[in-house]
């Protein structure tokens, strides 16, 4: 019995960290086809937010948010400037965005220096199936499901919801019927950004804020998205439900690095075989 | 630093030192080029640095190639044995010589568990401390080599608490790696379970971890900034003033100014700059510097040097244990006499 | 006249090289070769050298990607595979004829196989350079896992982080005690280029490239027209890939070393900003593409700014935003239209075909 909640939350824990990094990414690809290669420095940016508000006093269940928001903000400014031109151009976008990227990698580099920073949780420890594991992690995953139940309900149950979902699946009639798509498209770029922002946060205590960590998940997060498909939520909770799965067990059976590399040539097989994404054939859902 | 001391009080043999620059961004073919430029272009009389061990292999033949000089002032996994190369740094026979005896004698860290960065150091130094460990009367539980992108231990520590040694060894490197001490002090805690590492402090873990998940922590270096002799003090001060900031310097900031005057002795030595006359004036050079006298031996070109193992207290600084005095580079001189072989030029690896 | 040169700069569709083009080349072989190395020292020729091995990496991009639409991020693969065959082969037999010449044709093998699964799998533009982006992810990290001893083909160690030091400069084939020095290789990287630049502008003229800038602007009409696309891309595919072995090869070749970071995502994006900056459509674009980044990151590393990332973030967001189609074609463009002017001509008429 001990062994299977060991392989739970190895599992648990992988699956929470994939979605914390890629639904930011999934509802902005969902919604504009924008592939964001700054993803990982928006999700850099988040930690150092909330260093840095941490730094400045503010606990942590205070500091995350707030991390959250700022990037959330920063990421509205990008759009403006610079994606919103680009709409329409697949890979110039994902280059642009790859610009970005640097841009910021070496902003923080200059402002904060190259090093890594960290805050410790006072969260202590808890006992999974016989071992001791960080009482963040349960942190980690609580604020996974509970960002997927956020997102579900804003988009099902609210109105802006329902506008953002109905510009998702035909823009063109969203706008003869009268809205402004340009300004979801902003919104819509604004809360990915805060959501990736508010996972980077959340990743401060155990990972720490390092100028080049970015770099180490947006591999992750963008395989994740476009093996999930065009549908944000859906498509992110099971993409990274499979990688998530077979990562976090590969990982306890061998190695981190062969759990990588695992996880790697799935989704080479996945996306030979499902080229749209796992919800490619899916028009309707969310 | 060392530089603007030298030229201060006059110079090096009556001339004033020059000092270029070159940032190699962590890439080879910049590094190749640069050196190719500072050897052809710049002509300058010797080169010093790079940090990886890989980037100290790209420099080696080029060196070797158009007759210079290279001093490499880091700690690294040991066995270079190179005329035209000079390790100022500490290597494995004469850190480990020091830690583990310690560690398992002392403290009763029979049991150990490795984790090593999964690079050419790594590899190395993990072999060493296996051999030092099996030697000693200890037992070596398991390996495990770390990538230096991996920052989620959590599977790591999983197999840690299983196997559920005394104390664990860190051979990790890199800002991916500190994230090891804070999950560790989440979950297993060093109330139960030792760390002891080869690389500790070179990152300046001590600062950027919290105070509770770098306590206890043991490690060998061959100079901190809280040493408490009356020349590692002078030099720190020295060193704060000049830099005009405070951060801690330690053994690699300390190495660059003691590969220069170690360098500068030898070129007083030798009565000439130029890289071959000071070759032959290496061997027994010595300067006495902030962590104690430092002499290079002149059958490996590596560097005789106390080694002071301390703990990491509640403050994120460090406290003395013991200090080991004048410890020789063993392990290179096992394999490596440049005397008899001059030509060598050769990167010797230990074997189990 | 010289506008028919500019002409050729902002968009070279699959004509004919005019005789003033081939002139352009062999005033442009002229001074790489006979004049310019009577100017600079060894340590430049070395700088230099470096930009046109990469410049064969970029020009095996520009041809897939601005000739035949694919955009791929894993060029670099194949530079990767083409220097560690190189190295590890060479090292091993002690010649390095055969070496050299497994460098091309391995990767090409390689690409063959790929991109056999790629194309044939219909699979879209985008999701065609993911497909990429992984396999360039999954061979960096396989390549970084081999630091252990075990990790051996032949004698030789893969050294997983560190690479391969050490690697031997080539020899002359017909003289093996002679091997190449650092102007040698200059030499050899420039007539590389010159003939991969002509051979690739002379390819495009052919049927071959004519139908793969067809497959570019409307696959499906051309699928409808009789031609099939795939075999096209197909073929693109495995001569880009053995450009880029063969950059990879003569990159080993020049610093005599190899490591994984040939196969970085590092790497990878300095071909997509070289090609870009350049311009993606044209074959000279890139090499000039490469010739500034190279200059600029260099240049940047002996000023102590500490920021060539930051710096070069600027560049990549100004040459999407600014320069759509690239330095070349814009400044092409911009020269055509000042030749225009002087002439009298009517800027508002279309310009011959």
């Not at chain 3, 973030?313 to 814009?330: D, S, Y």
Request: aromatic share 10%; net charge negative; with cysteine.
């Amino acid at each position: 019995m001990d062994t299977v909640f060991t392989y739970l939350y190895q599992v648990g824990f992988a699956v929470s960290i994939l979605v914390l990094i890629s639904l930011g990414l999934a509802l902005i690809f969902g919604m504009m086809k924008v592939i964001n290669l700054a993803q990982g420095e928006f999700l850099m940016l988040g930690a150092y937010f909330c260093v840095l508000t941490s730094s400045m006093g503010a606990p942590l269940w205070i500091a995350i948010p707030v991390a959250g928001v700022l990037v959330g903000l920063f990421g509205v400014v990008v759009e403006r400037t610079v994606i919103q031109w680009l709409y329409g151009r697949v890979l110039d976008t994902l280059l642009a965005t790859w610009g970005v990227s640097l841009l910021m990698i070496g902003i923080v580099t200059t402002v904060a220096g190259p090093q890594s920073h960290s805050i410790s949780s006072s969260v202590g420890r808890v006992v999974v199936g016989g071992f001791v594991v960080p009482g963040w992690s349960m942190v980690i995953i609580a604020g996974a499901v509970l960002m997927l139940l956020a997102t579900y309900l804003i988009l099902r149950f609210t109105n802006l919801g329902l506008i953002v979902r109905g510009t998702m699946q035909n823009p063109q009639m969203a706008r003869a019927l009268g809205t402004n798509t340009s300004m979801i498209y902003m919104l819509t770029f604004g809360f990915g950004s805060a959501l990736t922002g508010l996972g980077g946060a959340l990743l401060v205590p155990l990972f720490g804020a390092s100028p080049t960590m970015g770099g180490l998940y947006i591999g992750k997060a963008f395989i994740a998205v476009i093996s999930g498909g065009p549908l944000p939520l859906i498509g992110t909770m099971s993409a990274s439900g499979l990688y998530g799965s077979i990562d976090g067990v590969m990982s306890y059976l061998f190695s981190p690095v062969l759990g990588e590399i695992i996880v790697l040539l799935v989704a080479i097989v996945m996306l030979r075989l499902l080229p749209s994404g796992i919800t490619g054939g899916m028009r309707k859902g969310i | 630093m060392a530089v603007d001391e030298i030229n201060t009080a006059g110079g090096l043999l009556g001339r004033p030192l020059e000092l270029i620059f070159y940032d190699a961004q962590s890439s080879n073919q910049l590094y190749s080029q640069y050196a190719t430029q500072a050897l052809l272009r710049d002509e300058v009389h010797a080169i010093h640095g790079g940090v990886t061990s890989s980037s100290r292999e790209v420099i080696r033949p080029i060196v070797q190639r158009f007759g210079g000089l290279y001093v490499y002032n880091s700690l690294y996994e040991g066995g270079v044995c190179d005329r035209r190369h000079v390790s100022t740094g500490m290597v494995p026979g004469q850190q480990l010589d020091a830690l583990c005896p310690y560690v398992i004698n002392e403290r009763g860290g029979k049991r150990g568990y490795i984790l090593a960065a999964d690079y050419n150091y790594g590899h190395i130094t993990s072999r060493w401390l296996q051999k030092y460990i099996r030697d000693l009367g200890g037992e070596d539980l398991a390996v495990e080599f770390i990538p230096l992108d991996v920052s989620n231990f959590s599977s790591v520590l999983a197999r840690i608490q299983d196997a559920k040694p005394d104390v664990v060894w860190s051979a990790l490197v890199g800002a991916a790696h500190m994230s090891f001490y804070r999950q560790f002090h989440s979950t297993i805690g060093k109330d139960e379970m030792m760390i002891a590492g080869t690389t500790y402090s070179i990152g300046r873990e001590q600062v950027e971890l919290s105070p509770e998940e770098g306590e206890g922590i043991i490690l060998a270096t061959s100079f901190y900034d809280s040493l408490g002799t009356e020349a590692a003090d002078d030099f720190v001060s020295r060193f704060h003033e000049y830099s005009g900031e405070t951060d801690y310097i330690g053994e690699y900031g300390e190495g660059g100014y003691r590969g220069l005057m170690l360098w500068a002795e030898a070129v007083r030595r030798a009565g000439s700059p130029e890289p071959d006359a000071v070759i032959e004036a290496l061997g027994d050079t010595s300067f006495s510097g902030a962590g104690g006298l430092y002499t290079i031996d002149g059958q490996t070109n590596h560097t005789t040097m106390n080694i002071h193992v301390a703990v990491q207290n509640d403050k994120q600084d460090f406290e003395a244990i013991q200090t080991f005095d004048q410890m020789d580079p063993v392990d290179t001189q096992l394999v490596c006499n440049l005397h008899e072989n001059p030509d060598d030029t050769t990167q010797y690896e230990v074997e189990l | 006249m010289l506008w028919f040169l500019f002409r050729d700069f902002r968009r070279p569709s699959g004509e004919r090289p005019t005789v003033v083009w081939w002139l352009f080349v062999v005033a442009v072989a002229g001074v790489l070769l006979v004049w310019l190395p009577g100017t600079l020292g060894l340590a430049e020729m070395l700088d230099l050298s470096v930009v046109f091995v990469l410049a064969l990496l970029a020009l095996s991009m520009s041809f897939l990607w601005g000739y035949s639409g694919m955009l791929s991020f894993g060029q670099t693969a194949y530079f990767g595979l083409g220097g560690y065959v190189y190295a590890v082969s060479a090292m091993n037999l002690g010649t390095t004829t055969v070496p050299f010449l497994l460098g091309v044709l391995l990767p090409m093998a390689f690409a063959l196989v790929v991109g056999y699964f790629i194309v044939y799998g219909r699979l879209s533009d985008v999701y065609f350079s993911v497909m990429t982006l992984v396999i360039t992810l999954v061979l960096n990290k396989a390549v970084r896992a081999t630091s252990g001893s075990q990790y051996v083909v032949g004698d030789v160690r893969l050294g997983g982080q560190n690479g391969i030091p050490g690697v031997p400069p080539l020899q002359v084939p017909w003289d093996p005690a002679t091997a190449l020095f650092i102007d040698d290789v200059y030499y050899l990287s420039v007539i590389l280029v010159l003939v991969a630049y002509v051979g690739l502008r002379l390819a495009l003229a052919s049927r071959f490239g004519r139908v793969l800038v067809g497959v570019r602007e409307n696959e499906k009409r051309l699928a409808l027209l009789g031609y099939d696309p795939r075999r096209y891309k197909l073929g693109a595919f495995v001569i880009a890939g053995g450009l880029a072995g063969l950059s990879g090869t003569m990159f080993a070749v020049w610093g005599n070393f190899v490591a994984p970071e040939m196969f970085g995502l590092q790497r990878a994006a300095e071909v997509i900003i070289w090609v870009i900056v350049g311009g993606k459509a044209t074959l000279i674009g890139p090499i000039v593409g490469v010739g500034l980044i190279q200059y600029l990151t260099t240049w940047l590393g002996t000023q102590g700014v500490g920021q060539v990332t930051l710096v070069l973030g600027i560049v990549l967001i100004a040459a999407v935003l600014l320069f759509r189609e690239g330095l070349v074609p814009t400044l092409g463009t911009l020269l055509l239209r000042l030749t225009r002017l002087r002439r009298g001509d009517d800027p508002n008429k279309r310009d011959e075909p």
